[in-house]
Each structure stands twice: as C-alpha cells, then as structure tokens.
C-alpha cells in the first residue's frame, strides 16, 4: 500500500500513545509463568504484543483479554504445555528471543518461527548463551537463523559477558536463569533496557543490577502473581516529540509515558540539540517511571551520538536521522552498528531514503553523518518493511513542502496502532 502524507504548518494537541511494547511483552510471558492472577492493565494493540499474547496462550497460558486488560492465571514456572504446532512470534525479535529462554528449560520441546523479516535476523546472540546454559536450541535451517528448535533442558546457571548491549539476550538469560540452578549473572559494557531486571524483581525474583552487572540469585523460586499497570511507550512518543521539535509554532504534550532512563537517551540528546523538552507529574509505577512529556518548536544545532548513548535509543536512531536534517551542523551518529540487524538495515535505509529528499547524509561503517539545514524536497519513500522506518519518514513527509508519499505502508501497527490517526490530523 503507498500512504500519502501531507506536509503541516505545526504540529501541536495532547496526546496518550499506546502502552510500552516491551513491558507488554514482558509482562505476558512473566505473568504466565508466575503463581496466581495477575492483571495487566493497559496492554497495547501493537501487533508484537499480540504475538507474545498468541504464543503464550498456545503454550496454554489462561489469558482472558478484555479490550486493554489482560488477567492472566500463572501456572507457575512449570505450568506451560507443549504447543504441537509452530509458535509464531510475527515480526517481533522480543517474543522470540525471550521466550527462547523460559522455553530452553521447560519440560517439553518447542519450535518458534516468525515472519519473513524476523527470519531474516540471525538468533546466534540468544543460541550462544543459552547453550552455556545446557539449553538444546538450534536454527531449523542450520544457519543460526529461525525457526528454532527448542529441546527442554535442565540449565546451569552461568555468569555471561555480553558482546554487544542487548536487552533481548540480557533477558533470554535472566528468564532462563529462574529455571537453573544456582546464580546467573549478565554483564554489559552499556546499559541496555532494564524492565525484565525490574519486573521480575516485583514478580518477587531477588535480583539485583549493580555498576553493568545482573545477579539472579537463585533460580527455581517461584514468582509471585501482581498487577502490573502499562504506561506508554516512549519509543512511540518519540516520533510526536519529534514532530514537535522541528515545526514551527508547535507543542504537544504526551501523556502518561514510561521514561526509564535505558530508553530516553533521545531526550538527552535532543536537549543537547537545543530542544526544549519537560517532564512533569512524574511518578513510580512499580519501579518504572512515568511522566508527561511536553516538547515545542526548538531550534536545533547538530551533535555528536556516541556508541554508549546508543542502546538508550536503540530504536530512535531512524527519527533522529530525521530531526537531525532540520538541524544546523553536523550531527555524527557513532557505534550504532547493531542498527543493521534490526527489522531492516536502518542504517542503510534511513541513508538511502533520506537521500531522496535531498538531505546530505552518509552512511558510515556504524552510523551516519547528517548535514543538517539543506533544503528538502517532496519524495516517494520506501519502508523497506519497517515500522520505524515508515514512521520516521512520515514525520519527515510533515515537514517537506507538498509532503510525501511512502510506498511499502502499513506496518505502523508493529508498534504504535493509531499513528496515523495523529498524523492525518495534524
Ligand atoms: C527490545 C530491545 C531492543 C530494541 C527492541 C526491543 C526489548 O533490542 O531494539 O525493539 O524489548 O528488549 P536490543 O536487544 O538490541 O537491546
């Protein structure tokens, strides 16, 4: 489908974005494996969530959805059942690599596939860990590609440097580590998202994050079934923010947002650009912080992103890319190499269509470097089939006089259902 977007003098309203993809996935798979019912509270539509939501009921989780709220009955860390066919975990790499973990040490075996662009990403960050850890899972294909096929082991606890920051491998571990015996330990150069470190820690898991290290002390104790409240998700806020920063006579204000800090290094860096950005009524849920979010139209020089800034905004950097555009200077994007192994190259692709507006960008070996302030052209776009891609570039269709249009549409849902509702009003 091509989507045409138009170009908007400002870009201003309230707004709420849906719930946090990552908790969401995170508190389905942990709720079900805990003991009693546990209620999710503001659970997203986002279709990654819905795959978490699928496969767990196929591994006969007993999920009641109504609308945004979930009650989940856990039937503790041994309750799942074997699932005869393949587990589909769609387009998202976070089902599939956490639930690699929790399935490595059930009692039955298990195969895990995805969609086309998920199959496309190599699991061997999951399969090396896991295999310390005694775990059979091996690429169907050989190639350390999915489908995976998962034989249930009893694990080893391990201690394990991380060779490059990954949440998603941080946690493949950590949930396996319920299962082992003995201490399990992650350690990362840079701080990746820590939400299954602190969820787990509510579920009642004594664990414990101190200077790039996470101990589970002791796997095999249960966890603890509790109510778990879904605020929005930041990486969804961020393309309003985005809008706001760069057209003229505008404010938004976003409310109810999770602002960990693992996830907001966007707002550092755009505060470094000049942007003019508040957080307020900010509050605790559960150990995650929440605020609202209010950004206006900033006048913004460029900047220079380094590689420890960037698992903090592991999935800002296409946005950035364009707010960088509307920025005066240079802004050097460095040590974001692990952009290449997301739902597309979104190095290479943010590079290639950013081009085609006439921005000066260039790709280096691990990020980008972006003339900031040239004047840009309307164009045809390509998602090259990813929802960031497509809604970093509708942002930028908003600003381009006569606006765009982006061929390869619709993949928005992945992440933020209701995007464009936003974006056609604005
Ligand atoms: C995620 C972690 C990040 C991020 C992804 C979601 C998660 O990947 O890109 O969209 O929920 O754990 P990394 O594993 O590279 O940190």
Do not use: W
């Amino acid at each position: 489908m091509t989507k045409k977007i138009n170009d908007s003098y400002s870009f201003s309203g309230a707004y709420s974005v849906p719930g946090d993809k990552s908790v969401a996935q995170r508190a389905v798979i942990i709720s079900s494996i805990a003991e009693g019912v546990s209620t999710v509270l503001g659970f997203p539509e986002a279709l990654d969530c819905l795959s978490a939501l699928e496969c767990m009921r196929n591994l006969g989780a007993d999920i009641i959805k109504n609308g945004s709220e979930l009650v989940i009955n856990g039937s503790g860390l041994y309750g799942l059942k074997q699932y005869d066919g393949r587990l589909n975990a769609g387009n998202s790499a976070t089902t599939m690599r956490l639930l690699s973990g929790v399935l490595s040490a059930q009692r039955f075996d298990s195969v895990i596939t995805g969609d086309e662009s998920l199959l496309k990403r190599s699991a061997n960050g999951i399969i090396k860990p896991l295999s310390q850890m005694g775990a059979d899972v091996c690429s169907e294909t050989g190639d350390g590609f999915a489908p995976l096929i998962i034989k249930g082991r009893a694990l080893k606890a391990i201690a394990y440097d991380m060779p490059v920051a990954s949440a998603q491998v941080k946690s493949a571990v950590l949930l396996a580590g319920l299962y082992a015996e003995g201490s399990t330990c992650v350690r990362e150069s840079f701080a990746s998202r820590n939400h299954t470190e602190i969820m787990l820690g509510s579920f009642g898991a004594q664990i414990e994050s101190k200077r790039g290290r996470v101990t589970l002390y002791r796997g095999g104790c249960a966890l603890r079934a509790k109510n778990v409240a879904i605020y929005g998700d930041f990486s969804s806020a961020a393309y309003l923010i985005a809008s706001a920063v760069i057209h003229n006579n505008s404010s938004v204000r976003i409310n109810g947002v999770f602002v960990n800090k693992t996830r907001t290094g966007f707002l550092n860096v755009l505060r470094r650009m000049g942007a003019k950005i508040r957080l307020m009524r900010m509050f605790l849920s559960d150990g995650e912080p929440v605020a609202d979010i209010v950004a206006e139209s900033s006048g913004l020089f460029g900047t220079e992103v380094s590689a420890r800034e960037i698992p903090s905004m592991i999935d800002e950097i296409p946005i950035l890319a364009v707010v960088s555009c509307f920025a005066k200077g240079r802004t050097v994007i460095k040590g974001a190499s692990e952009l290449r192994k997301k739902e597309c190259d979104r190095l290479a692709a943010m590079a290639c269509e950013l081009k085609k507006a006439g921005a000066d960008i260039e790709e280096t070996d691990d990020g980008l470097i972006i003339e900031g302030g040239k004047k840009l052209k309307s164009a045809v776009f390509d998602t090259h089939k990813d929802h960031r891609v497509e809604m970093s570039l509708s942002v930028l269709g908003t600003r381009i006089p006569g606006g765009c249009e982006i061929e390869n549409a619709g993949y928005a849902d992945v992440s933020f259902p209701g995007f464009y509702d936003i974006i056609d009003r604005a």
